[in-house]
């Protein structure tokens, strides 16, 4: 097993799974407690259209993720601002065009695009150094953000017009916080894939929540968590022969449906020996 | 933070309201006293949320002008509680106790520092004020709907107000909480200003000096200033929302008025009013005076 540390790819995709297991953790906590999984999976979908764009005019289909990300979190901001009980139906819009724009972008670009699939679906064994850098400078952004506001983004989820009754800049913290999705969102791109970003978003922080019910312990617990499936996933895909991105996000599925059949037996085992079943 | 008392503590000169184009509420100007217990009621989507928010800043008047003390509410975010009807939607949000009662020192916490030792024991102190000092640490989903309005007002509390909000703070709690709270909030009124939306007839009946009716206009019931516009105003009241309970302590024979002249009619109202007022109130503050 150790050998594997020989080769650099191994140790660049080892150190890419704790770097994305962090801000999993950290954003996907907030993610999973504001009831968001599904706009991050919007962010995440928009996101590439960005990738078609790069292609197109052959500039990094990160930058051009990125611009879009944050582009498509600026517009979820206006509108929950704007159409709070249509969000749904906006985050579907993004979702599909921004699917559309991407692939139509990517069919008028020059040429046959086979890793196209790895923007979809991840690639970690392919992580390079400038990669690296690039996610150890977005971890950094992500915690220092929110541990900074800490404060402010929890009496936000928690209750927002509280909050904007003591002078908060709700509406500022709203576009931060959704900022920092999409700067999470790409670079979970790079390891899981557009399509699986959501499963890392949501699995770990749900995991953790059923432990525990404090949000700091939330975060830690779903960035151990997501350290672990990324890890564990990329070992077992390297011996299995699987894609990596597919074989973590189905590690991480396993674990949460076991976890909650453990936690559904041990719920009907405790009322059944102590007889608090009210029903 | 300082304030000047013998200004009105909220008032309103010719406010207009609307939702994009649907008028919620208009012309109203009316104000509150110092250290009254003032009930706003009303039918649903007569404008009572919308006035609250107005008082707190939440949202700005399409026209006229609002005043806390003599300044914009804006600008008296320190002195202002507020307890929300339903605060969060999502019941198991990862959140203790203390954490939501810190919550109400956010006015006073510059945004990006943390919540000194003077701001926990303030949270501590307004905790144990409404009886909940042994739950700090619980998670708020573990707490029952009394408990959770309980620590609610704490977090109102913790802010240091001189003006208490409070939107149907009684809606779905049991009869013994609700008796707490309202205990409480007597007692509180001796040093702050309460006002309270509120469908609760016994709470109107005991403790609320002031009645307002708001269904777009605002009717004062207030001693001495009834006219009889402001009685057949009040008929647009929807009469099953004030007449469960005991009503007639309140406002007697407010649904048999088709039978009688407007004449006994005010003078029943005035009567009872004259209950609902407590004279404790207006002679302690001439007493001080």
């Given at each position: 097993?150790?050998?594997?540390?020989?080769?650099?790819?191994?140790?660049?995709?080892?150190?890419?799974?704790?770097?994305?297991?962090?801000?999993?953790?950290?954003?996907?906590?907030?993610?999973?407690?504001?009831?968001?999984?599904?706009?991050?999976?919007?962010?995440?979908?928009?996101?590439?259209?960005?990738?078609?764009?790069?292609?197109?005019?052959?500039?990094?289909?990160?930058?051009?993720?990125?611009?879009?990300?944050?582009?498509?979190?600026?517009?979820?901001?206006?509108?929950?601002?704007?159409?709070?009980?249509?969000?749904?139906?906006?985050?579907?819009?993004?979702?599909?065009?921004?699917?559309?724009?991407?692939?139509?972008?990517?069919?008028?670009?020059?040429?046959?695009?086979?890793?196209?699939?790895?923007?979809?679906?991840?690639?970690?064994?392919?992580?390079?150094?400038?990669?690296?850098?690039?996610?150890?400078?977005?971890?950094?952004?992500?915690?220092?953000?929110?541990?900074?506001?800490?404060?402010?983004?929890?009496?936000?989820?928690?209750?927002?017009e509280?909050?904007m009754t003591?002078?908060?800049?709700?509406?500022?913290?709203?576009?931060?916080?959704?900022?920092?999705?999409?700067?999470?969102?790409?670079?979970?791109?790079?390891?899981?894939?557009?399509?699986?970003?959501?499963?890392?978003?949501?699995?770990?922080?749900?995991?953790?929540?059923?432990?525990?019910?404090?949000?700091?312990?939330?975060?830690?617990?779903?960035?151990?968590?997501?350290?672990?499936?990324?890890?564990?996933?990329?070992?077992?895909?390297?011996?299995?022969?699987?894609?990596?991105?597919?074989?973590?996000?189905?590690?991480?599925?396993?674990?949460?449906?076991?976890?909650?059949?453990?936690?559904?037996?041990?719920?009907?085992?405790?009322?059944?020996?102590?007889?608090?079943?009210?029903? | 933070?300082?304030?000047?008392?013998?200004?009105?503590?909220v008032?309103f000169?010719h406010v207009w309201f609307s939702y994009d184009s649907h008028v919620v509420l208009k012309d109203v100007s009316f104000?509150i006293?110092?250290?009254?217990?003032f009930a706003l009621i009303g039918p649903n989507g007569g404008g009572k949320t919308t006035l609250i928010k107005l008082c707190l800043g939440l949202l700005r008047p399409g026209k006229g002008?609002i005043?806390?003390?003599?300044?914009?509410p804006?600008?008296?975010?320190?002195?202002l509680?507020y307890?929300p009807q339903n605060?969060?939607?999502?019941?198991?949000?990862?959140?203790?106790?203390?954490?939501?009662?810190?919550?109400?020192?956010?006015?006073?916490?510059?945004?990006?520092?943390?919540?000194?030792?003077?701001?926990?024991?303030?949270?501590?102190?307004?905790?144990?004020?409404?009886?909940?000092?042994?739950?700090?640490?619980?998670?708020?989903?573990?707490?029952?709907?009394?408990?959770?309005?309980?620590?609610?007002?704490?977090?109102?509390?913790?802010?240091?107000?001189?003006?208490?909000f409070l939107d149907e703070?009684?809606?779905?709690?049991?009869?013994?909480?609700?008796?707490?709270?309202?205990?409480?909030?007597?007692?509180?009124?001796?040093?702050?200003?309460?006002v309270m939306v509120t469908?609760?007839?016994?709470?109107?009946?005991?403790?609320?000096?002031?009645?307002a009716c708001v269904n777009q206009r605002l009717f004062?019931?207030?001693?001495?200033?009834?006219?009889?516009?402001?009685?057949?105003?009040?008929?647009?009241?929807?009469?099953?929302?004030?007449?469960?309970?005991?009503?007639?302590?309140?406002?007697?024979?407010?649904?048999?008025?088709?039978?009688?002249?407007?004449?006994?009619?005010?003078?029943?109202?005035?009567?009872?009013?004259?209950?609902?007022?407590?004279?404790?109130?207006?002679?302690?503050?001439?007493?001080?005076?």
């Amino acid at each position: 097993m150790l050998e594997l540390l020989n080769y650099e790819f191994i140790r660049n995709a080892l150190i890419a799974g704790v770097l994305i297991g962090i801000s999993c953790g950290v954003v996907g906590s907030f993610v999973v407690v504001n009831r968001a999984v599904f706009l991050a999976g919007g962010i995440a979908h928009a996101a590439y259209g960005g990738i078609g764009l790069a292609f197109l005019f052959g500039f990094s289909p990160f930058l051009g993720a990125t611009i879009f990300a944050l582009f498509t979190s600026s517009l979820l901001a206006v509108a929950i601002q704007r159409w709070d009980q249509r969000m749904d139906t906006v985050i579907g819009v993004l979702w599909a065009t921004g699917m559309a724009l991407g692939t139509i972008l990517i069919d008028l670009s020059p040429g046959y695009h086979k890793d196209v699939m790895s923007y979809l679906f991840g690639s970690i064994l392919a992580v390079s150094h400038a990669d690296l850098f690039m996610m150890t400078l977005l971890d950094t952004i992500i915690v220092v953000i929110i541990g900074f506001f800490y404060k402010e983004f929890l009496a936000i989820s928690f209750d927002a017009e509280f909050a904007m009754t003591a002078g908060i800049p709700v509406r500022v913290f709203q576009f931060v916080f959704l900022w920092l999705v999409g700067l999470a969102v790409v670079m979970m791109i790079r390891i899981v894939g557009l399509i699986l970003v959501i499963a890392l978003f949501s699995i770990p922080p749900n995991i953790a929540e059923k432990l525990t019910s404090s949000l700091k312990k939330i975060m830690f617990l779903a960035t151990a968590l997501g350290i672990g499936f990324s890890i564990t996933g990329l070992l077992v895909s390297y011996h299995l022969n699987t894609s990596s991105g597919a074989t973590i996000v189905m590690l991480a599925a396993i674990t949460y449906l076991v976890f909650l059949a453990f936690v559904d037996l041990a719920t009907r085992y405790r009322r059944h020996f102590t007889g608090t079943d009210l029903r | 933070m300082e304030v000047d008392t013998s200004l009105p503590a909220v008032s309103f000169d010719h406010v207009w309201f609307s939702y994009d184009s649907h008028v919620v509420l208009k012309d109203v100007s009316f104000s509150i006293k110092d250290r009254d217990f003032f009930a706003l009621i009303g039918p649903n989507g007569g404008g009572k949320t919308t006035l609250i928010k107005l008082c707190l800043g939440l949202l700005r008047p399409g026209k006229g002008n609002i005043r806390i003390y003599g300044k914009k509410p804006e600008k008296m975010r320190k002195i202002l509680g507020y307890v929300p009807q339903n605060p969060n939607p999502n019941p198991s949000f990862p959140v203790s106790v203390i954490e939501v009662v810190l919550m109400g020192r956010l006015s006073r916490v510059r945004i990006g520092s943390r919540y000194s030792k003077a701001d926990y024991e303030i949270a501590i102190k307004t905790l144990s004020r409404v009886g909940m000092r042994e739950h700090a640490e619980s998670p708020i989903h573990k707490l029952s709907g009394g408990q959770r309005q309980r620590v609610f007002l704490a977090r109102a509390l913790a802010t240091g107000p001189r003006i208490l909000f409070l939107d149907e703070p009684t809606a779905g709690i049991d009869a013994p909480s609700q008796n707490m709270l309202f205990d409480l909030l007597n007692e509180l009124n001796s040093t702050m200003t309460i006002v309270m939306v509120t469908h609760d007839t016994v709470a109107i009946s005991r403790y609320i000096k002031t009645v307002a009716c708001v269904n777009q206009r605002l009717f004062l019931h207030e001693e001495g200033k009834i006219t009889k516009e402001m009685l057949d105003a009040t008929y647009q009241c929807p009469v099953d929302l004030i007449a469960h309970g005991i009503p007639h302590r309140v406002f007697d024979e407010h649904n048999s008025s088709s039978g009688k002249s407007n004449t006994s009619y005010r003078e029943s109202i005035t009567k009872s009013l004259h209950k609902v007022e407590g004279d404790s109130y207006t002679k302690k503050d001439k007493k001080k005076e």
